[in-house]
């Protein structure tokens, strides 16, 4: 494993090395951020499927300092946006400036240009704010005057919103929730969490200086690289093929929900459940797998009834109870 005291990250892309130094992260990210393990590891599981993520949650969760801390741990470059009503999509993707001097127009790129996007309280930019990040989360290049320009490998949208203040937001539509491979709920930290939180900041931890709190890169690109063929190898059975295919199924067929999962959701709950099954050790995949991922990947993709959501039905109950319900394969 690399050792987190050097800048030498990422050296090896030998597969084994690649799944220690991810391992490592958790270790590295809870010097800053205290007991958000299953965030720590969507974003990793976004990172190998080369996939996007939704972070909801109060404000003062470590939302955003979870992210940076992530992009320091894996030695990747960041750019954050803040997300505003008065953003425009130029402000995202960069546009066409005229220089004097040579008397023609160059392009000036804009944040999107990193491997790491933090785009904070992404429902607070109207929606022609909110799409000029679709072909870039999707085609992976931005189009500017016509001519596309591809994006820095890898590439992930990290997005946070509030979920409980709507006055002044603009909800994501599907097709923009649809771009998220995971969305992740940060909850508010336990009572012995949040005794080691302020005991950090007694101790004089300042959360804008990662360097001083002591994260270092473990991982880099070609860990990534490495990691990512080793779970395009994880072996998928056909009875677990079909049992992602039932799953969602069930959810078009529920009566709690207007809207249930699309083929790409699928594909998407296929693609991070290898993940997940390769980062625990294992070449193939099993359903505990499958249902370890299904309510962060499925939970955006789907939308409720009007009088389910009135009864207190939530995304989460209605996924859990399919789960419940859809045979297991053996």
Not at 96 to 106: G, I, P
Not at 204 to 211: K, T, V
Not at 307 to 321: C, L, P, Q
Request: hydrophobic letters at 40%; charged letters at 20%.
């Amino acid at each position: 494993m690399t050792d987190p005291t050097t800048d030498n990250a990422g050296q090896s892309g030998d597969p084994d090395t690649a799944r220690a130094s991810l391992e490592a992260l958790r270790a590295e990210i809870a010097k800053a951020v205290v007991g958000q393990d299953p965030a720590v590891t969507g974003l990793v599981v976004a990172l190998l499927c080369r996939g996007h993520v939704l972070l909801e949650g109060v404000p003062g969760v470590a939302k955003t300092l979870l992210v940076r801390a992530l992009a320091s741990a894996l030695e990747l470059d960041t750019k954050r946006v803040q997300f505003t009503p008065d953003l425009m999509p130029s402000d995202v993707t960069g546009s066409l400036v005229y220089d004097t001097r040579t008397a023609e127009f160059s392009f000036q790129p804009g944040p999107v240009f990193t491997n790491l996007l933090l785009a904070d309280e992404i429902n607070r930019t109207p929606p022609k704010t909110q799409s000029s990040l679709l072909e870039a989360m999707e085609e992976r290049q931005v189009t500017v005057d016509g001519t596309p320009r591809p994006l820095p490998e890898p590439f992930l949208v990290a997005a946070t919103q509030n979920p409980v203040e709507y006055e002044g937001t603009y909800p994501l539509p599907e097709a923009q929730l649809d771009r998220f491979l995971l969305k992740l709920t940060i909850p508010l930290p336990s009572r012995q969490d949040e005794i080691d939180v302020l005991t950090r900041h007694a101790s004089g931890f300042d959360p804008r200086d990662l360097r001083a709190a002591g994260v270092r890169p473990v991982a880099g690109p070609a860990d990534l690289e490495a990691a990512r063929a080793a779970v395009a190898k994880t072996t998928v059975s056909p009875e677990i093929t079909a049992y992602v295919v039932d799953i969602c199924r069930a959810t078009r067929e529920s009566p709690s929900l207007t809207l249930g999962v699309s083929p790409r959701g699928a594909t998407a709950l296929l693609a991070t459940s290898r993940a997940w099954a390769w980062l625990t050790g294992r070449d193939y995949v099993i359903p505990d797998d499958v249902k370890a991922l299904a309510l962060p990947t499925l939970r955006h993709r789907v939308q409720l009834r009007p009088e389910a959501e009135m009864e207190g039905v939530t995304a989460d109950s209605v996924i859990n109870a399919i789960l419940a319900h859809v045979p297991v394969p053996r």
